[in-house]
């Protein structure tokens, strides 16, 4: 008999305190494939689904797909339709049944009326219906809440390494390889989970992380028995009882060695605590050491209005700030205004209107902007490269505004590749300023074209020090919301 693998993908990250809410549209805008719709192209969440294409035949496994659905990071998901997607993966894997496993390629951050853990409760369904005996392998998003309840009821759990992002098909690739040794009787996975009982921000591609995520790489391959290790960064915008960073460790059987590297490592980031707490400096500090150089581009990231984390990304203060000072050869990207996209394709490439644009969507945004503007470029359907992905930025509208180019885009989301402004004939490596929505993911494609690159805080409702956030449900204490207290074991 050959082995049945069914693979399924549910995800988007939940900001609880975002102003946008969200419902099926918004999963139908970004993407909600049925079986066997997804295209022959990698997404971040869909990595095992994909990866699992590509090796049923090498591996000598039959796939059976099921859907597939993802929405930009926004507010907290209507209870009805997290019900009705979670009941059609459900309802895919009864039809599927008997199967020897299960891929699920989440966010890990998705919360729902009435649901603080959907993937716990995705999971633990699965399971019910499954039995004990197939195997669940589950690959998660950094930026995810690692509960108790999610890691117990899979067999094995992989997250991402890279923040940027850049590593989801590898660690889909591990995901499957691990499933199908366990459906074979080869290994025996078990999970160590250590919670840290903290929340910070952890770019990889920069030091003290870049160091701790290559020994993760290399634990894996050196120390006997250990199958995988991840860290869980958590995402600090929901108001979850589990919000927090916390390290996995899964070994081949020997729990007491997962325990003892899971704490270590664990101890091992907080020792460098102090070195991860980012020092942001305010937008005008920002621009000043900008203009302060001449060799090049400076880009700076507006963290608190990422539409990544779930920000309306409209906020105006930075701008305001550029046309205050009167700076030239500025472009800023992307400021998500479906109405004024609509208004400046009316008016054509060329023309010159009175728009009001940004500010629209809550107090966090600001306030519009009323100005005369040029349209410099129109470009349908834009996307923007994330990593080995595409992703869609929807109808995009340049517009000059004094020195600033504009990019203005119809389909949320952060800025991740540069095609975010070439598509509009604007070329970020000229420009002296370069301001991008986004926390951090922006770094892969902007960070080999900037003389220097800032990360700037701001109004927008995705503080990286989350201390400003109304919190009522989160386990307490959690640093930095409380003094440090010691970290625990979940499982
Ligand atoms: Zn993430």
Request: aromatic content about 8%.
């Amino acid at each position: 008999m050959t082995m049945r693998i069914f693979a399924a993908s549910l995800g988007t990250e939940t900001n609880t305190f975002s102003p946008i809410p969200t419902s099926y549209a918004n999963f139908e805008a970004s993407f909600a494939y049925g079986p066997g719709e997804h295209p022959d192209a990698p997404k971040h969440t869909t990595a095992p689904l994909y990866v699992a294409r590509r090796r049923a035949e090498r591996d000598g496994f039959t796939l059976i797909e099921g859907s597939c659905f993802w929405a930009e990071p926004s507010g907290t998901c209507v209870k009805a339709d997290y019900e009705m997607m979670r009941d059609r993966i459900l309802g895919e894997i009864e039809a599927a049944l008997p199967v020897d496993g299960v891929l699920f390629g989440l966010h890990g951050a998705m919360v729902a009326e009435g649901y603080d853990d959907c993937e716990g409760d995705l999971i633990a369904r699965a399971r019910e219906l499954l039995g004990r005996k197939p195997v669940i392998g589950c690959e998660y998003d950094l930026h995810c809440h690692l509960t108790a309840k999610r890691v117990a009821n899979a067999d094995v759990t992989i997250l991402y390494k890279e923040y940027p992002h850049t590593d989801f098909l590898e660690r889909g690739e591990e995901l499957v390889t691990l499933v199908l040794r366990t459906i074979k009787g080869e290994i025996r996975p078990v999970s160590s989970l250590y919670d840290l009982r903290l929340i910070s921000f952890y770019p990889t591609m920069v030091e003290p992380m870049r160091s701790i995520v290559e020994k993760m790489s290399a634990l894996e391959k050196s120390e006997p028995g250990v199958l995988s290790i991840s860290f869980g960064h958590g995402f600090q915008h929901a108001d979850v009882p589990d919000l927090g960073s916390r390290m996995l460790v899964v070994t081949d059987g020997r729990k007491t060695d997962g325990d003892r590297l899971a704490r270590e490592l664990s101890e091992e980031v907080i020792a460098k605590l102090e070195l991860l707490t980012p020092k942001l400096l305010s937008q005008a500090e920002a621009l000043q050491k900008a203009l302060a150089r001449n060799d090049g581009a400076t880009v700076i990231a507006d963290t608190s209005d990422n539409a990544g984390g779930g920000a309306a990304s409209d906020n105006t203060d930075f701008i305001r700030l550029l046309l205050d000072k009167g700076v030239k050869d500025a472009a800023v990207g992307p400021l998500w205004d479906p109405i004024a996209v609509r208004f400046c394709f009316a008016m054509g490439k060329g023309a010159r209107l009175e728009l009001r644009f940004g500010g629209k969507s809550g107090p966090d945004s600001g306030t519009p902007i009323d100005a005369e503007v040029e349209v410099i470029g129109l470009c349908r359907d834009s996307l923007q490269s994330f990593g080995a992905a595409k992703t869609k930025l929807g109808d995009c509208a340049a517009i000059r505004v004094g020195g600033v180019d504009v990019v203005l885009n119809s389909h949320r989301n952060q800025a991740l590749g540069r095609e975010l402004f070439t598509n509009l004939g604007i070329d970020p490596a000229q420009k002296r300023v370069v301001i991008v929505k986004s926390a951090n993911h922006f770094r892969d494609a902007f960070g080999p074209i900037a003389a220097q690159v800032l990360y700037a805080d701001g109004n927008g409702n995705v503080p990286i020090n989350c201390r400003s956030h109304a919190f009522a449900k989160v386990m307490r204490p959690l640093w930095p919301l409380d003094e440090r207290p010691q970290g625990r074991f979940v499982l």
